[in-house]
Structure formats: structure tokens, C-alpha cells
């Protein structure tokens, strides 16, 4: 570990040990009226849409409240333009702008703070505690640092229960922990976002020669957040020469989304399948974009997490393509599909095209009936 690292792991447990022992928290059921809610949500973009629903049934549970997310700089943007909150705070990763941030939240004197996040985090609970000194702040999974709230949700162990789940658990107080999260669309953007979209879906038509209105589309994902977990290129063109022909009469066009750190790969694909139904969609920087467009796919194909949560959310079905890990806890969630794994828990490239292919199959199947 780096000497940098060292000396913040140390400055922080100083702080932890003193904290936890001047700090005496009550427990505590929140009492209505809730005036202000805030959510602490400042992570990855596959756990924000997974939050979707308890942003929504939190709006339906009390219409009368404010709903505060506090987001990351990476996911915030998948809440502009929506109907799930009312204001987003953003976090950045300096102690000034943390001061700052605290201050700012403070001053919105929340009644309730649920800290959305089932890890141990000691930045989490600070911002809970010195943000919301009067507040009733719930989280899981955080005895480490139980002293920063006044409500510690017991949760089963991850790997026995859906990610959802667990984060419906952590808001029991408040909302029904058995409530419906499967209702399709989760969110819903503003009209600019839609247009957008719908612009994206129109030029794939357009480029394809095809009927708007009738177009059954397949998407392929290429990238996932780790080079080991994406399959490889040349495995991805034999399964689409192969698909596209078969599915000739069902699907009427196949577009790949194009990976903003390598729009290459795509651009790579489409000329080694070389097939007239198959064309790339260009990069997109926001994530929305993408989520909307998923409304207009008829199936989806992917090894990233984060596109298999929005095609849930989206109600499409998918194909996910993953190393052999315990991954139960992210499946999709409300949607048809089927899940791939690859021989080699460590790595999707062993992962053989005809094993693919065979999944397709039967995910396809499943579509049908």
C-alpha cells in the first residue's frame, strides 16, 4: 500500500476510534411527517438504477415529502430529468468540498437520512451524522460504524437475497419491504431525453432501410467495467454471423453500442460480421440515452451489469454473458432472461460461442412464449 494510502487509512480509524467513543446513538423509528428525505447514493451506475424503485415508492408512500439523492459525479446524471427526486447533491472526493457538502446538507435539515449503500463505509456515515445531527439515520450493514446512525437494519447475508431487495430491507420503516419493484418503466426522463432517444432509434431505421413502428431490434453490448469480464472481439463475430442469419424473420435489425474508451471495437465488428441488418450506434456519454433506447430493443446481449440493470428497468429482456461467480445477488429483475457463465471464474474469454449461441436459443424461446 502506498505511503499516501497508509497515512489516510490512519487518519481515518484515528478519527473512527474517537468518534466512537464520544458518540452515543439512540435507536429510533422515524415518526412522520417527513418533510426532507435524503438518500446517500454516491457509487456505481448499475447500484443507482437498482434504486430506482425505492426512489418511486417512496414518492407513492409519501407524496408529500422532498426526496434528496446524494449522487456520485459518475451516476448523478442518471436522475436529471426524472421523476424519482427532487434534488440531487453531488459528492466530490476531496475534504474540502466534503466540508462543503456537509455544510450544504445541514442546512436542508432532513428528517429522515437512508444510506442506501450495503458496505461499510466510514465517509457515509459522517456525511450522515454531521449532515443530519437531528435527523433519524438509517442504514445496513454498517455495525462497523453503527455509532454514525440511530437505525441499523439487520440484513441477510448478500449472497442469500437480490441486491433490491436488500435496499427495500434497509427503507422497512418507511416502505413495504414485499412492495412491487417489477412495474416497467422505473423512471422516466424528460421530453428532451425521449427525443433524443427516439432520434437514435430513427437513424438506425432510416440506415437499415426499414418500417418505423415495426422494427424488432437486437442490441449488443461489448464493454463491461473490467477488460476480463468483456468477451473477445472474434468471439463476438462468429456469434453474430450466426445469430443474424437464423433470426432472420424475428429480429430485423442488430446494433452494437459503441464503448466510449474504445469506439474501435465496434466500428471493428460491424466490418468483420459484414451483414446489411447489422450496424453500430454511436458512443453516448449519457447513460440515459442508452436507457431509453432500450425501450425500443426487443433483446438485449451484454457481459456489463450496469446495461442488464437498465434493460430491467427498461423492461427488456437480456442475455448476460458473466464469469463464474455467484452472481444472484445482480441478476436481472423483473425482465425475461438467461444467464451465461464462463468456465473460468476469472475471465469471460474461455466462454464458448456455441454455449452463447444455445442460451440465445432458449432466451429467444422464452420470448416467444
Known amino acids: ?8 487509512h490512519l487518519i481515518k480509524n484515528s478519527v473512527a476510534a474517537l468518534l466512537r467513543a464520544v458518540l452515543e446513538q439512540k435507536s429510533e423509528v422515524p415518526q412522520p411527517p417527513y418533510k426532507r428525505i435524503l438518500f446517500l447514493r454516491f457509487d456505481a451506475l448499475g447500484d443507482m438504477i437498482l434504486s430506482f424503485p425505492v426512489y418511486r415508492a417512496t414518492r407513492t408512500a409519501l407524496p408529500e415529502s422532498e426526496i ?24 466530490e472526493k476531496n475534504s474540502l468540498n466534503l466540508i462543503k457538502l ?13 444510506n442506501l449503500v450495503t458496505r461499510p463505509s466510514f465517509t457515509f456515515g459522517l456525511v450522515a451524522r454531521l449532515g443530519g445531527p437531528k435527523a433519524v439515520r438509517i442504514a445496513g450493514d454498517q455495525e462497523q460504524f453503527a455509532y454514525f446512525y440511530n437505525r441499523i ?36 426522463y424528460d421530453d428532451e431525453v425521449k427525443n433524443q432517444a427516439r432520434q437514435l432509434y430513427d437513424k438506425i431505421v432510416t440506415g437499415l432501410n426499414l418500417q418505423p413502428e415495426k422494427t424488432r431490434i437486437a442490441a449488443l453490448n461489448l464493454s463491461a467495467g473490467l477488460e476480463r469480464r468483456e468477451w473477445p472481439l472474434e468471439k463476438n463475430v462468429r456469434f453474430l454471423q450466426q445469430v443474424i442469419e437464423k433470426y432472420q424473420d424475428e429480429i430485423d435489425a442488430w446494433v452494437v453500442f459503441t464503448n466510449p474508451a474504445k469506439p474501435s471495437d465496434a466500428a ?39 446495461i442488464s440493470h437498465a434493460a430491467s428497468a427498461m423492461g427488456t429482456p437480456v442475455l448476460v454473458l458473466t464469469i463464474g461467480e455467484n452472481v444472484t445477488i445482480w441478476d436481472p429483475i423483473g425482465v ?4 451465461i457463465f464462463s468456465d473460468d471464474p476469472f475471465s469471460l474469454e474461455p466462454l464458448a460461442v456455441e454455449k452463447v449461441v444455445e442460451g440465445f436459443d432458449q432466451l429467444m424461446q422464452d420470448i416467444k412464449s
Open 336 to 339: 425475461i432472461h438467461k444467464i
Open 102 to 114: 456537509i455544510w450544504k446538507i445541514r442546512k436542508r435539515k432532513y428528517d429522515l437520512i437512508i
Open 1 to 8: 500500500m502506498k505511503i499516501g494510502k497508509q497515512i489516510e
Open 68 to 91: 434528496d439523492v446524494l449522487c456520485s459525479r459518475k451516476n448523478f446524471i442518471l436522475l436529471e430529468g426524472s421523476n424519482l427526486a427532487d434534488r440531487l447533491l453531488i459528492s
Open 153 to 188: 437494519i439487520e440484513l441477510p447475508t448478500k449472497s442469500d437475497i437480490h441486491m433490491m431487495k436488500r435496499k427495500f430491507l434497509v427503507c422497512t420503516d418507511i416502505l413495504n419491504p414485499e412492495i412491487s419493484h417489477t412495474d416497467v418503466p422505473w423512471v422516466e
Open 268 to 306: 471493428e465488428l460491424v466490418r468483420k460480421v459484414d451483414n446489411q441488418r447489422l450496424m453500430t450506434l454511436p458512443a453516448q456519454s449519457d447513460f440515459r440515452l442508452v436507457m431509453e433506447f432500450l425501450l425500443y430493443v426487443t433483446v438485449l446481449i451484454t457481459p456489463d451489469t450496469s
